[in-house]
C-alpha cells in the first residue's frame, strides 16, 4: 500500500451528552483505509457501528463527534457543512445497512431507490437512471432486472433485498463502502453470496471496504485486516491472517469462544471483560 | 390463517376475498347496531306518536285503530323488523315540520353540509398534514411546541363558540367575510341546482358575482370547522412521522446523499400517507358532527340545522333520520378506507400474489 | 426525616416494605410530572377549578346567579360586575364560578357511568378471551363506529333535555375506547407469572381480576379519562348550546354562551366570557393528561 489511504482517522471521539454526564461512545478511534477490505469487529455497543455512521456524518443529535483528523481523500470532512455531507454519501462514501426488510422505503419500487442515489449524484434524467439502476441490477447477480425493477421491498427475499440495497449504495461508484452487518440479517446460505457480490465489485472498482459485524469468523475469513473494538475503543489491529497471534486479552477470549468442530467444549468459555481495557 | 389450499397451494387472491368479506360483515354488523339503538331511541321517547296523530281528543277507539295502524301493537322484534325494512328502502317516514319524506328533507340540505365539510378537510389535511411534519422534524424545539399548542387550543375549544368569535371579528369588526347563512337574500336562486354545492354550481354556471358571495358565506365556518380537523390531523401526523423517522430506511435513505428534505416529505411522508388514511376518514366524520354545532351558529342550512330544528320540534323521525345518515356516512367512511388502504399500501395490495 | 433523607428513602432503588415502593412510584411520577412545565400549567387550572367549584359561595354571590335585575341588564365589566352582566342583569362572574360545579358534576358523572362499563366490558373480553371476547368487542366495535355527538344528541332528545340525560347521552357514547383500552391491558398482563402464580394457589377468576388486574390497569385507564375530560366538557357545553343540557337558569358555561349569542355584536363579554371558562378548562385537562401519558410512556420505555 503505497498509495495515499482512501480514509484516515485520528482520534476519532463520539460523545452523547446524558444525564450522569457524557456518553463516550467513541473513543480515540484512529486508523486508514487504503483499496482494502478492513473488518471491524466488537460486541454491541461497543461503538462500531456509531464509528461507521460518524464517518458517514450521520450521527443522531444530541450526538457530537470530533476527530484530530477525519479526511477522505482530500476532503476533511471535520466540520463539513450538511450540504457538503450530501453531495459525499453515496457518491464517495456509502453504507449498506442490516436488514433489507426495514433499509428499503416499504413504499418505494426498489427500482426507483436505486435509481434515485443516481439521479441526486449523477443526474441525466429518469431515463439514465433506470438504465442505470438496471444495469447495477445485474451487476449484483440479479438475473430478471426488469421484473424486479417493479417490485416493492416486501416482494423480494432477504437475499435478493441485499443485493438491491448493494446495488443502490454502488450505483454512484463511491470509493468506500461501510458495510454495517450486511450479512446478519440472511440464511447462511444467502450469506455467502451476497458477500460474494460485494467482494466482486469492490475489488473490480478498487474500493475500500469496512465491514463491520460481530463475526470473528467472517471478518477473519473476508477481511485483509481487522480491529477489534471494546467500549468505544480499538483494542487491537491485525492481519486477519494472524488473528490468532492476537496479544489482547479481550481479542483472546472471543477467539476462545469460537465454537469449533476439532474439539467438544464441556463447558462454554465465558468472555472476561475488564472495565480498565476502556480506560487505557 | 391459512386459507383452503388446492394440491398444497394456496388459492391466489384468497386473501383480498377474506379482507372484503370480513370488512362487509363488520359493516353489517355496526348498520345493524346502528338501526337498533335509532329504533329503541324512537322506542324510549316520552312523546307518544299516536297522541300526536290522534291529538288528545281523540276516543279510545281511535286511539287503538292508529294504533294498530302504525304498528305499536306487535311484539318488538316485528316492529324492529319493520323499522329495518323500511330503513333499508330509504323510508325514514315523513317530517312533521316540511310534511315531505324525511329523505327528500335530508338530500335537499345534506349537499350544505358537504360543502362545508368538504372545504374544512381540504384546509385540515393541507394546513395539518405539513405541521404535523414539521413538528415531528422539530421535535423538542420552538416549532414543534408551537404547532402542539396550536393543535392543543384546537381540540380544547368548542366549535361554536370558536364560530361566535370568528363572527365578532372577522364578519362584525374586519368585515373580511360575509355573516351568517349560505348567501345573500339577492342572490339567492340566481344559478340552477346542479351538485347542490353552491360554489361548485355557481363555477358551472359562470356566474362570479355568485360564486364570490356564496365563497365569503362558506370560508368562515369551514375554516373554523378545518382548524378543529388540522388539530387532529397535525398531531396524528405528528406521531405517525416521528415513528417513521426512527425506521431505517429514513438512515439509508439519508445515507445515498438525499436532502432532508427529500427524505422526510418523499420518503417518510409517503408511508405516513397509508397510516393517515384512516385518520382523515375519522376527522372528515367528525367534521360532519361539528356541522350540527357550526350550522347552528352560522345559520347554515345543512343537515346539521334541520337536525337542529326538528329536535326542538319533536319531529323524532328528521332526527333519527338525520341519525342515520350521519351513521351511515361514517360506516361508509369506514368501508372507503378500508377499501383504500391497499391501493396506496403495497404491502397489503401484495398479498393478493 | 430531612428533606433529603426523605427523598433519599423515596428514591431507594430496594424498598424495603411495599408502603415504601408504592410511595416511591407516586413520587417518581410527580417529579416526572413537575419536571414539565405545560403539565403542571394544566394541573394548576384543574386544581383551581376544583377549588373554585368547592368554595364558589365564598368567592362569589349564590344570590347573584339568578337575582335578575333588568336596570343593570348587559352591563359592561366593572368593579361591581367583574365580568359584566347578562340579558337578564345576572351577574356573569358569579354564574361562570357557579358554572364550575355544574361542569364538574358532569365529568364526574360521566366518569362514573363510563369506568364501570368499559371495565366491565373489557376485562372480561381481555381476561377469558375467544368467544366472550369476540361478541364484546364486536359490541365495542360497533358502538365506537357511531357519530358520538349526533348519537348524545338523539339521546338528548329521546330523553328530553336535562343535565341528566345530557350525562347518560355522553357516556353512552363513551365508554367504548375504555374498554378497548382495559382489554388490551388485561390480555398483556393475563399471562404474567404472578397472576399464574395466583391460579396456582386457587385463587378465583373474579378475585384475581379485581385485586391483580384492576389495578394495574387502572393508571392507564385514569390517564385516558383525563384526555377525555377535555372532549367530555366541550360535548356536555354543545349540548348545552344546543339547548339539551342544564335548563335555564342554571349557569351552565354553553348554555350561557347561547343566550350571549343573542347580543353578541353589541355586548360581546356575554358570550365570549364563559367560553373562555370552557376553553381554559379544556386545555388544563388537555395539558394535564398530555403529561401524564408522556410520564407513563417514559415509565413504560
Sequence with gaps: MTEAPLLRVRNLRVTYPGEQGDVHAVRDVSFSLGRERLGIVGESGSGKSTTGRAIMGLVPPPGRISADELRLGETDLRGLSERGFREIRGRRVAMVLQDPKYALNPVMRVGRQIAETHRMHVGGGTRAARLAALTMLEAVNIRDPERVYRLYPHEVSGGMGQRVMIAMMLIAKPEVLIADEPTSALDATVQTQVLAVLDDLVRGRGMGLILISHNLHLVSAFCDRV???????VVETCAAGRLHEATHPYTRGLLAALPTLEHRRAVLPQLRRDPAWAGE | MAGPTIGGGRIPGWGIVRRVLRTLGSVTLTFLGLTVVTFFIGRVIP???VLAIVG????NETYDRVRAEIGLDLPLPVQYWRYLLKVLHGDFGTSVITSQPVLRDMLDVFPATLELAVLALLIGVVLGV??????????????DHLIRLLSLFGYSTPVFWLGLIG??????????????GRIDVGYDDMVPT????????????????????????LVLPASILGYLSLAYVARMTRSFMLGQLRQEYVLAALAKGLSHGRVVWVHALGNVWVQLITVIALTFGSLLEGAVLTETVFSWPGLGLYMKNSLFNADLNAVLGGTMLVGVVYIGLNLISDLIYPLVDPRVRGQRR | MSGVALRIWLLHPAPASRRQARLGRWYRAWRGLSRNGLAMAGLFIVVALVLMAIFAPLIADRAAVTTQSLATRLQFPSAEHWFGTDELGRDIFARVVFGARITLTIVGLVSAIVLPIGL???LPAGYFGGWPDAVLMRLTDIFLAFPRLVLALAFAAALGPGIENAVIAIALTAWPPYARLARAETMTRRDAEFVQAAVLQGASHGSILFSQIVPLCLPSVVIRLTLDMAGIIVTAAGLGFLGLGAQP???????????????????WWVATIPGLAIVITSVGFNLLGDGLRDVADARSA
Excluded: C
Design chain 2, 56 to 59: 288528545p281528543k281523540a276516543s
Design chain 2, 167 to 180: 363572527l365578532l371579528l372577522f364578519y362584525a369588526k374586519l368585515g373580511w367575510v360575509a355573516g351568517p
Design chain 3, 120 to 122: 366491565g366490558i373489557g
Design chain 2, 130 to 143: 405539513p405541521l404535523g411534519v414539521v413538528a415531528a422534524t422539530h421535535r423538542g424545539r420552538w416549532q
Design chain 2, 194 to 217: 346542479v351538485t347542490g354545492l353552491l360554489t361548485v354550481d355557481a363555477l358551472l354556471d359562470g356566474n362570479s358575482e355568485v360564486f364570490v358571495n356564496a365563497l365569503r358565506h
Design chain 3, 249 to 267: 337558569p342554571a349557569p351552565e358555561w354553553g348554555a350561557m354562551v347561547a343566550t350571549g349569542r343573542q347580543v353578541l355584536l353589541t355586548q
Design chain 1, 227 to 233: 480491529l477489534v473494538m471494546y467500549a468505544g475503543r
Design chain 2, 47 to 49: 312523546i307518544d306518536p
